[in-house]
């Protein structure tokens, strides 16, 4: 299975709102509601920040939301902080082979 | 407190063995899968392979197969990811992690320990 597709990078304002995209194939992202979202601050461990396409684990802030259309997921984050800079990626359940997939990330920079 | 536990650092040199692990505390280890994720220098997640603690029941991604070795101890609740022989290029980040879900497949990765980087050089 190829990595998803993520922008590389993305800035925003703070405060803005900005997406991410994440671009899979039928046979991932378009076959199963399995798609997470993690932020990994520099220097620091990946974080859940949604799971099963749109659900938040608690703990996390409820401007990040998330969303899935055919084989595309993205992930919106609204009134962006200082502390949303980091890099995002996605990821998906194939149920074959590599059974999970990531994206190659997206650096978010908040100007 | 619920966390996965992983040394900081280690070096070998090319065509050594090499045995990492990951601690399990604050929860009941053979109830969740463990997964391992390699993070190259500067690079993306790669999802190596996944662990059921319950039964040593071993998934490994087609690149990492015959590559690396995944295992638990249930005694002392920890995984493990273990190489034979090491090459430069195994050099990166190793990150373990729990897997969740709420229905019979699928699921997310939650929490994440902290990472152990391996660094391979002669």
Redesign the interface.
Known sequence: QSALTQPASVSGSLGQSITISCTGSSGDIGRYNYVSWYQQQAGKAPAVMIFDVAYRPSGVSNRFSGSKSGNTASLTISGLQAEDEADYYCSAYTGSGALWVFGGGTRLTVL | ELQLVQAGAEVRKPGESLKISCKSDGYSFTTYWI?W?RQMPGK????MG?INPSDSNT?Y???FQGQVTISVDKSITTAYLQWSSLKASDTAIY?C?RR?L?GD???????????TLVIVSS
């Open positions: 997964v994720v993306g997640l790669e999802w996944i998934k991604s087609p690149p990150y992690a969740l709420t497949r699928g699921g997310w990765f939650d929490p994440w320990g902290q990472g």
